[in-house]
């Protein structure tokens, strides 16, 4: 009767040994065989009017994230931020990345050409606001960035692209 046991037992582990065997193979043979990471890229979108030097930018994944920081001297500037005309962040204290790491705000994007609009809500040092705004699908300092290269004065917005273009 010992005999009988440890054969129905040994039988068993034998066949759930051979079923994880065959779901782990059937479950190897549906990855996909290529990895395809696509990195962001300036997009050739025509700029707006009112850029104040923001480039265009480009990703192949949404939701992808913005990270913004101050681009000078940390002094308090306070901006909004619009994605397509609908605001998605207010009253944003941006600070230097000396002082705090960039704030992310992750952008559900559509297909083609995204409007980003960046409101100057506040300059306490009345020069205009000035930031970095980087489009990154892992962490800060992985991505693309551009920096408005003239101030933003407050009370004004500047705009740039953010295309989406996915992987096909």
Not at 43 to 60: I, Q, R, V, W
Request: glycine share 8%.
């Amino acid at each position: 009767m010992h005999d009988t046991m440890r054969i129905l037992h040994i039988s068993s582990s034998a066949l759930v040994a051979l079923a994880l065997v065959g779901c782990s193979r059937q479950a190897y043979n549906s990855l996909p065989r290529t990895l395809t990471v696509v990195p962001p890229w300036f997009s050739n979108y025509p700029s707006f009017a009112n850029n104040f030097g923001f480039k265009n930018l480009g990703t192949a994944y949404s939701p992808s994230t913005l990270y913004l920081s101050d681009n000078l001297a940390d002094g308090g500037d306070v901006i909004a931020v619009a994605l397509n005309g609908h605001v998605v962040l207010d009253n944003l204290a941006i600070h230097t990345p000396d002082n705090s790491p960039p704030h992310p705000l992750g952008l559900p994007l559509r297909e083609g050409a995204n409007r980003i609009d960046i409101a100057c809500r506040q300059d306490p040092d009345s020069m205009g606001c000035t930031l970095k705004a980087e489009i990154s699908n892992t962490t800060a300092g992985q991505g693309i960035a551009t920096i408005n290269n003239d101030y933003i004065p407050q009370g004004q917005y500047a705009s740039f692209v953010v295309e989406y273009k996915p992987v096909k």
